[in-house]
């Protein structure tokens, strides 16, 4: 059984998860609701561990919001297309205590997505490939 590491990790770990998505399927009403979307993001990330510090948001004219979460481990942002019921989602945390892959998830079910596509990028101390030069084994 493998040790929790959010417990033990130093301050300042120099280790992160980047999680971009795109959630199809949407009700274009909820993709162009600005308050709404703002809930459901800060709701997902909290759920997920993340401390959020701010949110900000801008609605387009004639449709499309997109929001802003500044988070203490780092950054989240939705980007919503209304108009074919599409979203992109971009999450970043540092450290190992938040959860950026069950965030997405989260706000894809509050969404209501009928598909979702997610990659994670593991960044610094975490990530497999080698730094830029550094020899490759």
């Known amino acids: 059984m493998s040790e929790l590491p959010c417990e033990t ?24 609701d600005e308050r709404f979307l703002r809930h459901a993001l800060g709701e997902a990330l909290t759920q997920a ?22 988070l203490s ?3 989240a942002s939705i980007h919503t297309y209304p108009e074919v019921g599409k979203v992109f989602v971009d999450v970043f945390t540092c450290g190992t205590r ?11 079910e509050a969404l209501g997505a009928e598909h979702a596509r997610m990659d994670t990028v593991r960044r610094g ?9 550094e020899e490759k084994s």
Not at 11 to 32: I, M, N, R
Not at 49 to 70: I, M, W, Y
Not at 98 to 104: D, I, M, N, T, Y
Request: hydrophobic share 50%; glycine share 8%.
């Open 9 to 32: 990790d130093p301050v300042g770990l120099f280790a992160g998860q980047h999680v971009l998505a795109e959630l199809e399927g949407v009700s274009p009403e909820l993709l162009d």
């Open 49 to 70: 561990d993340a401390t959020v510090l701010e949110v900000v948001s801008k609605q387009f004219d004639p449709q499309g919001v997109t929001v802003l979460a500044l």
């Open 73 to 75: 481990e780092s950054h």
């Open 98 to 108: 938040a959860k950026p892959e069950l965030a997405v998830r989260l706000l894809s």
């Open 125 to 133: 101390a975490n990530r497999v490939p080698a730094l830029v030069g």
